[in-house]
């Protein structure tokens, strides 16, 4: 099992960058599959990106591919998500989710485990 916890999330203007990190607690991280979601007021939640267990595979959104760069750091037991050229549509609570086995990376009823979010608001 493994409990998750996000930070890193604030207000930035257009064009900025923010880091979100996911610090998760428990002793198997590194066996879990990690993705980053987000959901805006009023809207289903959605896949922003994910990264496989090992950390060879990457996976994004066509909407933040080029601008956001998922990692992992299996040693501290720490996601991030570098997010740049940010634009107003980003602006949602970002959440981080984990589970030891995925078959559809993009969607979130595959992981079992979630972290309670951050909010990323991006001024115009």
């Known amino acids: 099992q493994v409990q998750l916890v996000e930070s890193g999330g604030g207000l930035v203007q257009a064009g900025g960058s923010l880091r979100l990190s996911c610090a998760a607690s428990?002793?198997?991280?590194?066996?879990?599959?990690m993705g980053w979601f987000r959901q805006a007021p009023g809207k289903e939640r959605e896949f922003v990106a994910a990264?496989?267990?090992?950390?060879?595979?990457?996976y994004y959104a066509n909407s933040v591919k080029g601008r956001f760069t998922i990692s992992r750091d299996n040693a501290k037991k720490t996601l991030y998500l570098q997010m740049n050229s940010l634009k107003s549509e980003d602006t949602a609570v970002y959440y981080c989710?984990?589970?030891?086995?995925?078959?559809?990376?993009?969607?979130?009823?595959?992981?079992?485990?979630w972290g309670q979010g951050t909010q990323v608001t991006v001024s115009s």
């Open positions: 428990g002793r198997t991280f590194s066996n879990y599959h």
């Open positions: 990264i496989s267990w090992i950390g060879g595979s990457t």
């Open positions: 989710a984990a589970d030891p086995s995925i078959v559809v990376i993009a969607d979130h009823r595959e992981y079992d485990y």
